[in-house]
């Protein structure tokens, strides 16, 4: 037999798979996803990171705590973590994350701060989207932030019981 025609014939263990090439395109796909979200979170989340370590090395934290701190009182929470909601309200979470972090406040500040966040977080962002609904963008966004502070003010509330 011809070796050129024998090497033409399929072997029966040598299938090729189409499910391999399915899964291997989908973990390229989800890598690369993954991949630029990273870069998009790192580009929120190192330049406030590093402004918040800039005034805390100046020591301008102590001072925006002093004026914030009566307010967060409010809320059980140090003044400094007004830069964290102002960050949240206004950026993003990443932006909060990336101003909370140097702070080191204890998992009770964190928790208060994120259930307040999770009601009014990206306002900038979400309010004029809010708006192209049809819905009261302005109603609304009034509502999520006096939302935010109501239950912020009811969780140091129950802290205190406990």
């Not at 609304?140 to 109501?150: G, K």
């Amino acid at each position: 037999m011809d070796p050129a025609a024998r090497t033409c014939r399929r072997r029966p263990f040598n299938i090729q798979l189409p499910i391999v090439d399915t899964i291997a395109v989908t973990l390229k796909k989800g890598f690369l996803n993954g991949l630029s979200i990273t870069v998009e979170m790192v580009k929120v989340i190192v330049p406030f990171y590093l402004v918040v370590e800039l005034i805390r090395y100046m020591g301008l934290i102590k001072l925006i705590g002093g004026v914030f701190g009566p307010f967060m009182g409010l809320f059980g929470l140090p003044g400094e973590s007004a830069l964290v909601l102002i960050a949240g309200y206004t950026t993003n979470l990443y932006a909060a994350i990336a101003v909370l972090s140097p702070l080191h406040f204890s998992p009770r500040n964190v928790t208060t701060i994120a259930l307040m966040l999770g009601l009014a977080h990206s306002l900038t962002v979400e309010t004029p989207i809010t708006k192209k609904t049809g819905v009261g963008a302005l109603s609304l966004l009034l509502v999520r932030i006096a939302l935010s502070l109501l239950v912020g003010m009811a969780l140091n509330l129950l802290w205190k019981l406990f």
